[in-house]
């Protein structure tokens, strides 16, 4: 059993995740964790006599051996670490949703201090890819950007949604670091510099990453799943009803390789094998964890594994010794491999005695109540499924249908289905009552996404007075889209957005790929090259029109932007495409684009005038205080009291120029994603090369705020006419 | 000192019932026992430990599921024949395992608890109790309620022979041949009784008996009436006690009271100098501990303390430890040992494997005919559907013999679904159509791997009554899933009470009509929870009852034609006036209800809310202040500039929140029976007051009592 080698009760609240520990004089190492109230505290149990003391340190009154830092804001990142190389000691770094802040805690002091506009949600510190110097990398509103010590910017790209998570991985074991993102659109992006090299989806938003060793990384999600990956294959996941709060890589077993340290928000800590996620140790905490690092904490040469609680509760635990021989829980391996052969057993046990009956039963004759009841049914049941569009009528509105049915009498009392990502749960369940039970059943499903989705059905099949049903387990696939109906073709309605692109491939295969993505009734016959097939969206009723010459020419009709990319990307796996240019152009959208740009515009200035506004008004605070001031030193009260009354209305202008300013904000911020996001769609139209040549040129065009240029780019995929 | 115990497993039988596992008395003192236990397949196995391996001694043939084990013998004679409960019939065997005893007692049920006393024999089917002597009839009784067990005091001491019985409604019998001498009221519904040390205790009068809610006392049964010693409250809220032993496993030269509960806890308590009980150890297993006992059985001169579960696993918690002060070549041979061990286990299960297969393959061709069937693998599910009275919800809970792959929940009423901090299964509500397919929540559970027992929390409301299900999918093949129903009743919080307060102010509905004893004590037994199912002997019965939410109280006194219930609180009347007449008309049966309503009685029921709903509001708004009180803590670093009572919610901050965890909702449904109080009133007035109940909660918003019961008067 693994004892924690050192127990910490500090009398401060750690907000989750945001853990650090950093060797801020170069030697001794410290534990920095954002607390309430927009504070930062660093504790340092090293040098008892030596304090910070400084205006914007000042000790904790509740403990001696922990300095506070005000941030004056909320804190939303945390990390410590090397930024200068030439330093010799680490350097503390604390986002907020508007700021960057580098702190020196040795000489209490910035090393820079930057605003950053699309906030910061993830930190990382480390080396990316061929940049020399450490960056400080910070992920926000669908941005990334990293800083050197100086504070340079050297690093910015966009991504799909708000970034919720970083970390630096050897992703394609070439020696250098790559950024994994995880993002609230579910998807873990890969970034060698600036070029996204991998995307792999997942079924919730990524709430934190951490890299293991080689290729392999760690993941966790907000619906409680951590997993490991291998490059872009996972590994394995497992799902709780608790969430992970934070999760690192960590040799605890000291068999050379690390195990997936996760702490959960109901208090436990478990090590988990990074081949198969079995549990190796556990250990539970009376709150919920809000961090989980490493670090030297007892100065003895060893890292400790150091976990921290919300309610200030440290633990550390030293690596398992030789002896343990990895044995790190209470019970005794045999032990447990007896008790699971030994239900093995039981069950294999009774699955015989079951064969044993059943042969009973076949003996007596005829099927009756009793026999239903105690859930006999014909040998020969079996359980059809059929997947198809069902356009939907007055009271009910379009959807996909599933269709189950059994071969005979018996009836259908209850379908379980478990697939991710298109219901509210992770399960959606179909109990007819008890008067409407029969022996088929259809279940509209509506995927929100156009994602494919494994369905795995679980029905119970019985008779209706059964107290025991037969359970009939299938997977059936849900394909991409099968939100469309097939519908003729009318060519008044036809959109006028399109893409247009040519790929090597016979239309036969065309229609295989048709076949495999679409819901497509069972009598459809598409005959050869060429052919135009067009769809209606269940969601909206928009249309869609696939159009292939005998060229290999491919025209794809539809408003919808994510579609159209949707369509492409699918294509391009489907038949291997590697690099794939594509001629686009989405009137209404890059109208809508054209305007948010202008209002980003618009937001800039008003936010640079407000800010200006607000200087000017803490100047006038201070002139007005001063002069209150003078006034009651000189006794003259009425003049104090003129000067505070203006001094109480020009807090109040500031309160409300406050407001302004923050809506303002929230203004801009949700035009920046607005922008980022068109960069991400009209690379999502491209494949490959020049999927990465369109958003790179595309950032060219924002920094040189060359509109036109932008809409040239995304049209037809380069700036150069 | 305390008590370090490590577990062994020693080997797996079917599934068992409560106390069907015992010691045979050891041949010399310190020296290893055998265990008998026996299981629903109706074997009986007698096992001994040698080098760390079970060898049967004998192992009868399978029949019907053993209900109960017991050892007897000469009195003051080592207790060493078996008997064993198994449907009408008792069985006796020798040590050695041979049958001297087959007597089918003729009782209609089957057999429930047993005790054996000598050559007395004291049997209970569910309502029934028979006393024989020497397989002759003695003495019958006739309970009100279910019997859950049976015991008698030790006839060394006590002269008289007092059976006493442990019945569901609350109460332990103390009999005397066939007639009740007094009854013993106990803190929730008894499940287990045991001699205090063994043998009674000093006055051989002393009883320990533990309840489905998991309360364990001592009783002491004089002949003219009971005296209770100690109580032990389940404050930890741990599961429902199912078995109970005396041994000194503590090594205090005091026997200990060992204690084995249906959520898997093992505790030990040892006594202090006061004799009053102190919790010494305790441990958690995954599975209901059905039997439990002290002795010896892996290694002589190591006391442990051996337990059955559920699934029918046998285990130690020894004394012994686990790394034994040996050279290093012992710990080879036990490694050894286990080697080879879980190599046989390895070759029996590819045997088996290999079975299976050749099974499934004939399956297969045999489900290509017609004619063939298939059944369902039948599997037991060890269910429990109970009401906490502390908080006013249901628990359920759900344990299977092997792992539970999914639990499927259904109601056709709205409930709520609590989260169970044991629980580790993924929780998934789906959406539902109520208007259409009757179901008001679907919920599945997604067990984690090796979950054989789950826990849910269910919050039911008054008035609403209908059906929970669970369809229960454990993880064998081929697939199959039970069905289990649950009925929330119309009164769902009420519980059993045996005294009433008469000088409250009551209101009294009145049934009279042509409707026979067992059809309205059916419509009791609908509306009521812990109510026997068969009729109560006798012409007329009374039952009380009271809410366990608000303590308001019912009386219902019924006979051949007329029924009257009596209840302080209006909406409790309300509920059955609508529920009794609802089921009448479905029998056709014309009722003549009258009722008589008294207009004190709402002001009393408010006054009983009051100190309810002003301690959560006080505990709210405590709770809400803690926050911000913290950071002035940390701002400030001292407390002294704060108020007292501030100081006072910064110190006590942790119980606090803890409190509030405990109770979600609890003013949420606090305002819910105000509502409810307040239409029902004005509804046997005959007026519709639904317009003015957002006037209500606009006052309990700004809560004052006098304002509140005012509104009541004013509307």
Request: aromatic content about 8%; charged content about 25%; hydrophobic content about 35%.
């Amino acid at each position: 059993m693994l004892l924690p080698v050192f127990t910490l009760k500090l009398r401060h609240k750690i907000s989750p995740r945001m853990v650090a520990i950093g060797r801020y004089d170069g030697t001794h190492p410290c534990l920095a964790a954002a607390t309430q109230a927009g504070k930062v505290f660093i504790h340092n149990p090293h040098t008892r006599s030596q304090h910070f003391n400084a205006p914007r340190v000042f000790q904790s009154p509740l403990e001696s051996d922990v300095s506070l830092l005000n941030i004056n804001q909320a804190v939303s990142c945390l990390t410590a670490g090397v930024l200068n190389p030439e330093l010799g000691y680490d350097a503390l770094l604390v986002g907020t949703q508007t700021n960057l802040l580098a702190y020196d805690v040795y000489n209490n002091s910035d090393f820079f201090y930057r605003e950053v506009a699309d906030g910061a949600n993830a930190i990382v510190l480390g080396t990316l890819g061929d940049i020399s110097s450490p960056l400080a990398i910070i992920g926000g509103n669908c941005a990334l950007q990293g800083f050197d010590h100086e504070g340079n910017d050297l690093f910015w790209t966009v991504t799909g949604d708000n970034v919720h998570s970083l970390a630096l991985c050897d992703f394609d074991s070439d020696g250098k670091k790559e950024l994994l993102v995880g993002s609230e659109d579910f998807d873990i992006r890969v970034f060698k510099e600036d070029e996204i090299v991998a995307e792999m989806t997942e079924t919730e938003i990524i709430t934190s990453l951490c890299p293991m060793y080689g290729s392999r990384f760690g993941y966790a999600l907000s619906n409680g799943t951590v997993g490991v990956y291998d490059k872009t294959a996972r590994y394995w996941r497992i799902k709780s009803k608790n969430h992970a709060m934070s999760i690192h890589a960590f040799d605890l077993n000291s068999d050379g390789v690390c195990e997936l340290i996760t702490g959960w928000s109901n208090g436990k800590v478990d090590a988990r094998s990074d081949r198969t996620g079995e549990v190796i140790f556990k250990d539970n905490f009376s709150s919920a964890v809000a961090g989980v690092i490493e670090g030297d904490y007892l100065l003895d040469g060893h890292a400790q594994l150091i976990c921290c609680s919300v309610d200030g509760e440290i633990r550390g635990y030293l690596p398992g010794s030789a002896e343990m021989r990895g044995n790190l829980m209470d019970t005794s391996i045999e032990q447990d491999l007896i008790r699971e052969l030994t239900q093995k057993k039981q069950n294999l046990l009774l699955e015989l005695r079951n064969y044993e009956e059943n042969a009973k039963a076949e003996v007596s004759s005829s099927l009756n109540e009793a026999d239903g009841q105690r859930g006999i049914i014909p040998a020969n049941t079996k359980l059809h499924t059929a997947l198809s569009v069902n356009l939907g009528n007055e009271t009910q509105a379009a959807h996909a249908e599933l269709c189950i049915s059994t071969s005979n009498d018996t009836i259908i009392r209850a379908v379980l289905i478990f697939a991710e990502g298109i219901f509210l749960g992770e399960s959606h369940v179909v109990h007819p009552s008890i008067h409407s039970l029969s022996s088929s059943i259809r279940i509209p499903i509506t995927p929100p996404k156009d994602v494919p989705v494994d369905l795995h059905l679980k029905t119970f099949v019985g008779y209706r007075s059964s107290t025991q049903f037969h359970v009939f387990e299938l997977t059936r696939q849900l394909p991409r889209f099968s939100m469309y109906a097939l519908t003729s073709p009318d060519s008044a309605s036809q959109p006028l957005s399109y893409v247009n692109f040519t790929i090597a491939e016979r239309a036969q295969r065309v229609v295989i790929w048709l076949h495999q993505n679409f819901l497509l009734p069972e009598d459809t016959n598409i005959q050869n090259a060429p052919f135009q097939v067009c769809f209606t969206s269940l969601r909206n009723g928009s249309q869609l029109y696939i159009k292939i010459k005998l060229s290999g020419e491919i025209t794809v009709n539809t408003d919808d932007i994510d579609l159209a990319g949707d369509i492409i990307q699918s294509m391009a796996s489907f038949f291997a495409i590697e690099d794939l240019q594509v001629e686009a152009d989405f009137p209404v959208y890059f109208e809508e684009l054209r305007k948010v740009l202008i209002k980003v515009d618009e937001y800039h200035s008003v936010h640079q005038k407000l800010s200006a506004d607000m200087a000017d008004n803490s100047n006038l605070i201070r002139s007005l205080l001063v002069r209150a001031e003078d006034a009651r030193l000189m006794r003259d009260m009425k003049t104090m009291k003129n000067r505070y009354m203006e001094l109480y209305d020009l807090n109040k202008d500031l309160l409300n120029g406050y407001k302004i300013r923050c809506n303002n904000h929230t203004e801009l911020l949700g035009n920046l994603k607005a922008v980022n996001q068109a960069i991400q769609r009209a690379g999502r139209l491209r494949v490959g090369k020049p999927k990465n040549q369109v958003i790179t040129a595309c950032r060219d065009a924002i920094r040189s705020n060359n509109i036109n240029t932008l809409f040239r780019i995304m049209r037809v995929g380069t700036a150069s006419s | 000192m305390d008590l370090h115990l490590h577990r062994a497993d020693y080997l797996q039988v079917g599934v068992t019932s409560q106390k069907t596992m015992k010691l045979l008395p050891a041949a010399r003192h310190g020296a290893t026992q055998k265990v008998v236990v026996g299981d629903h397949d109706g074997v009986v196995l007698c096992f001994g430990m040698k080098k760390g391996e079970a060898v049967a001694v004998f192992k009868t043939l399978p029949g019907q599921k053993v209900a109960r084990l017991e050892l007897g013998g000469l009195l003051n004679m080592p207790q060493e024949k078996i008997f064993i409960a198994a449907g009408s019939e008792i069985r006796g065997f020798t040590k050695r395992g041979k049958q001297f005893l087959s007597f089918e007692t003729n009782l209609t049920e089957s057999i429930k608890a047993m005790h054996i006393s000598g050559s007395d024999l004291f049997l209970s089917a569910s309502y029934i109790y028979n006393h024989y002597c020497d397989c002759k009839d003695q003495h019958y009784y006739l309970s009100g309620d279910k019997i859950n067990d049976v015991i008698c005091l030790p006839a060394e001491r006590v002269p008289r022979v007092t059976p006493v019985l442990a019945c569901q409604d609350r109460l332990l019998r103390v009999l005397q041949g066939s007639d009740v001498v007094y009854e013993i009221e106990v803190p929730g519904p008894p499940t287990v009784l045991a001699l205090h040390n063994g043998n009674g205790g000093d006055s051989g009068e002393d009883l320990v008996f533990g309840t489905s809610d998991g309360k364990l006392g001592l009783v002491q049964i004089t002949a003219s009436k009971p005296i209770h010693k100690w109580e032990i409250r389940n404050e930890k809220k741990r599961g429902g006690i199912l078995c109970v032993d005396s041994f000194d496993i503590v090594g205090d030269g005091v026997k200990d009271v060992l204690v084995g509960r249906d959520d898997g806890t093992v505790e030990v308590y040892s006594f202090d100098s006061a004799n009053e009980p102190v919790l010494r150890f305790d441990q958690v297993l995954s599975e209901s501990v059905t039997s439990i006992q002290g002795g010896c059985v892996g290694k002589d001169g190591y006391d442990e303390i051996v337990l059955s579960t559920y699934s029918g696993w046998v285990t130690g918690l020894t004394t012994e430890p686990v790394h034994r002060e040996s050279g290093p070549g012992e710990e080879l041979k036990l490694n050894q040992e286990m080697q080879s061990k879980i190599s046989s286990l390895r070759s029996e299960l590819e045997h088996l494997q290999y079975k299976v297969l050749q099974e499934r393959e004939k399956d297969q061709q045999a489900s290509q005919s017609s004619k063939a069937r298939s059944a369902a693998p039948s599997f037991s599910i060890n269910d429990k559907f109970t009401l906490n009275t502390d908080d006013a919800s249901y628990s359920l809970i759900l344990e299977v013999q092997t792992a539970i792959d999914n639990v499927l929940i259904q109601s056709d009423v709205p409930i709520d679904l609590l989260d169970v901090d044991k629980n580790s299964a993924v929780v998934s509500f789906s959406s539902c159509d109520s208007e259409s397919s009757d179901n008001f929540l679907l919920a599945t559970y997604r067990c984690q791997a090796n979950t054989t027992r789950l826990e849910l929390k269910i919050r039911s409301i008054e008035g609403q009554y209908g059906t929970l299900q669970a369809y229960v999918t454990p993880r064998i093949h081929p697939k199959t899933c039970q069905v289990r129903q649950y009925l929330i009743r119309p009164l769902s919080l009420h519980q059993r009470s045996h005294c009433i307060d008469h000088d409250r102010p009551m209101n009294t509905l009145t049934l009279t009509g042509q409707f026979s004893f067992a059809e309205v004590h059916s419509w009791v037994v609908f509306c009521l929870p812990e109510v026997p199912e068969k009729p109560p002997a006798g012409e007329c019965v009374t039952f009380h009852f009271q809410n366990t939410f608000l303590d308001t109280q019912l009386e219902s006194t019924y006979r051949k034609g007329e029924g009257v219930f009596k209840s302080d609180n209006i909406s409790t009347i309300s509920i059955l006036k609508d529920v009794l007449s609802k089921e009448a008309t479905k029998k056709k049966i014309n009722l003549n209800i009258s009722y008589e309503i008294n207009e004190g009685s709402v002001k009393h029921t408010l006054e009983l809310i009051h100190p309810k709903l002003e301690y959560q509001l006080l505990l709210a708004k405590k709770v809400q202040l803690i926050d911000a009180l913290k950071e002035l803590q940390v701002h400030e670093g001292n407390t002294n500039f704060l108020i007292p009572e501030y100081r006072c919610i910064l110190e006590e901050a942790d119980q606090l929140q803890e409190e509030y965890k405990k109770q979600p909702a609890h003013l949420e449904r606090l305002y819910g029976m105000i509502t409810d109080l307040f239409i029902d009133k004005f509804k046997f007035k005959g007026t519709n007051v639904k317009t003015k109940v957002p006037l209500l909660l606009e006052i309990l918003d700004s809560y004052d009592q006098n304002a509140l019961i005012a509104f009541f008067d004013a509307a």
